[in-house]
């Protein structure tokens, strides 16, 4: 009977040579294979091997601390490939001071790569990405300068009359991934784990190059025990398990806690009384966003506001059973958790693969989609990707925006340190912030305005003091919020003129509500 090779985590660092292509795979902290990670660090550290390595990776995977933080030295890794950042502020310090080349690519778009390279194709073909940041005509997805004089990873190509993005085939030496339970034989499940991600079209690409695999299980089990529907990746395709030897630490569900059945689907918990989200301008922003949304729409939530605000809000307004809440690692409904733990999901109705959800939302498009967002400009152009040097990275923004029926974008108006009063049904600007985000042009692209002008997508930009929506002819004014002077609160910070509507609004007055309900549920059957 075959089986497969079982090895420490040491002895897995060890397989690694300098200058090699490594893949991992995992989503914030859920199912990194910290055990692995950790042992090619210090190994890293103490013999200043494997270096110069290659990390390519579909989405942020850390959570400030651990993850692929561990790889986040100088000489560790020569290149990285990958989506997202912003849990990674070491990551964010080496790109910023040039000490790694940085490549920045959708994330949809790395995780259907991977199914691209397996099949043998030479990258994957898609218009995500036209006009922003990761065209090379502009930026090319390069993070610095000193990636800036670097082959472009992504071409522009022409097929029957139509300009696609190629985002080109990443040779893989090494794929790191993480499963629940394997078998003698090495077959892999992710029962346990609280997404489905990429793990077997990232297996499969390595295989196409003739990589090795190495996976991190918790458990061991015996060969013919476990059900074949629930094998993830056939043991064929693995040449080596490492079993974690503290799974407490090193295999943990998530971030913030070390297992819950009631996010892997095993459980489901009583709704109870939910307990209302502290009122700040933040809810206000999601109360307003939530606006947008008519009974049946499928939803996506994006990081900031919309994962964190916006789904609450409509498990407290009774409108979540309504319309169908995704997040784009794959989760359909339930409860989603979020900071450190976004992408995961209690008493889901359904989860599906990481690469199968982009699908979705670069085909057919979600119908709304809530986003944060850190620059306007006069053009409609948003940039949620790079702030100054530091850059945070695409992850699924891109991909999601792109094709969406609606993008609802929620942010402050201002940045760093503004203070509010939205007591007697008003809005009082206590303190201005210091950063402005209406400006006259975008630092980075990450949104393209006259895009989505010329094809008529319906665009929304959501503040606490008002409210734009973009239109064919620019930046339109449409809502005001009672209190707020338009001259000194809304012009006099923004660094382009908005074309001010003939209509404008004054935002509803029960957005002020503090202690019930807004009545989103009577909005919504209104609209109906």
Known sequence: MLKTTFITAQQAAGMIPDEKTVCTIGMTLVSASESILKALETRFLTSGHPANLTLLHSCGQSDRDRGIQHFAHEGFIKRIIGSHWGLQPRWMDMIAQNKVEAYCLPQGQIAQLYRSMACGLPGKLSKVGLGTFIDPRLEGGKMNDRTKPLPDIVDVVELKGEEYMLYNAVPLDYCIIRGTVCDEMGNLTTDDEAMKLEVLPAVLATKRFGGKVIAQVREVAQTGTLNPKNVTVPGVFIDAVVVCENPFEDHRQTSSWYFDPSYCGKLRTPRGSMEPVPFNERKFIARR??????RGNVINLGTGIPNDMVGKVCNEEGVADDIMITVESGI??????????????????????HHEQFDYYNGAGVDVTFMGAGELDQCGNVNATKMGPRCTGAGGFIDITQNAKKVVFCATFTASGAKYDFSGGKLRILQEGKVRKMVKRVAQISFNGKIAREKGQKVVFVTERCVFELVPNGVLLTEIAPGIDLQKDILANMDFQPIISKNLKTMEASLFNRDGLFGLREMMLGKA
């Open 289 to 294: 966003a939530t606006m947008e949304i008519c």
């Open 332 to 353: 359909y409904g339930g409860v989603q958790a979020g900071g450190i733990d976004f992408g995961i999901g209690k008493n889901l109705y359904a989860m599906i693969a």
